[in-house]
């Protein structure tokens, strides 16, 4: 005896899986666009971090942020402002309390209070460049558009001097020791992420 086409067990399977399918489906594609959207935000932050001094870097520190930034060179240069703003202020925080640190030379002491009081410029020269590209907006044009990021600008780079300076204090092989290795090694990240922000800056600024 033939089945019918309509009664086939595997029209019946077919309709069966459309049943479980169809209601995901608004899911499903949901899922897909995500997935295309933060595979073309890695590759936007991938090919924009090439511009920079330290890409490596640049690209573990921002790709975290990738469903914020998307594809958005604005976006981009505020996300690096605020991580390189993040990493003055706990190495601010570090150096701190390392004035608390017994034993210390007079010298290493005085080294950490300069070091600190540059770090404080740092973080009000970078705290300014993230409010300034914020209040700018994206509608900014013209003249104004090239005074507000010219400011970001002159405070980044200020900002990457001020850091620069942090270690003039322990130079000398009469501060080696783990004092000097630790605020280097605070000091060196934070610097690498600021020139990183200062590039991506600069670029954003290029583009318009």
């Known amino acids: 005896m033939l089945m019918s086409p309509t009664n086939s067990p595997a029209l019946d399977l077919i309709h069966q899986m459309a049943r479980i399918i169809l209601p995901l489906l608004p899911l499903i594609l949901s899922l897909l666009y995500i997935a295309g959207a933060a595979v073309a935000s890695n590759n936007f932050i991938k090919n924009s971090c090439s511009a920079t001094r330290y890409p490596a870097l640049c690209v573990q520190s921002l790709s975290l942020y990738?469903?914020?930034?998307?594809?958005?060179?604005?976006?981009?240069?505020?996300?690096?402002?605020?991580?390189s703003l993040s990493k003055a202020q706990s190495t601010k925080t570090f150096v701190r309390r390392l004035t608390k640190f017994k034993g210390l030379k007079r010298r290493e002491y005085e080294a950490i209070k300069d070091c600190?009081?540059?770090?404080?410029?740092?973080?009000?020269?970078?705290?300014k460049s993230v409010r300034e590209l914020k209040s700018m907006g994206s509608r900014s044009r013209g003249q104004d558009f090239v005074w507000h990021m010219s400011n970001v600008e002159t405070w980044v780079s200020a900002?990457?001097?001020?850091?620069?300076?942090?270690?003039?204090?322990?130079g000398g092989r009469v501060m080696d020791g783990k004092i000097?290795?630790?605020?280097t090694?605070?000091?060196?990240?934070v610097a690498q992420v600021t020139s990183n922000a200062l590039a991506l800056v600069n670029n954003f600024a290029a583009k318009h």
């Not at 990738?66 to 991580?83: C, D, G, Y």
């Not at 090694?185 to 990240?189: G, R, S």
Request: net charge negative; glycine share 4%.
């Open 66 to 83: 990738a469903n914020t930034i998307k594809e958005s060179p604005r976006q981009l240069a505020l996300t690096a402002l605020n991580v």
């Open 116 to 127: 600190l009081e540059e770090l404080g410029d740092t973080v009000d020269r970078l705290s």
């Open 159 to 170: 900002a990457l001097t001020d850091e620069s300076t942090c270690t003039d204090g322990f």
């Open 180 to 183: 000097k290795s630790s605020v």
């Open 185 to 189: 090694a605070w000091i060196t990240n």
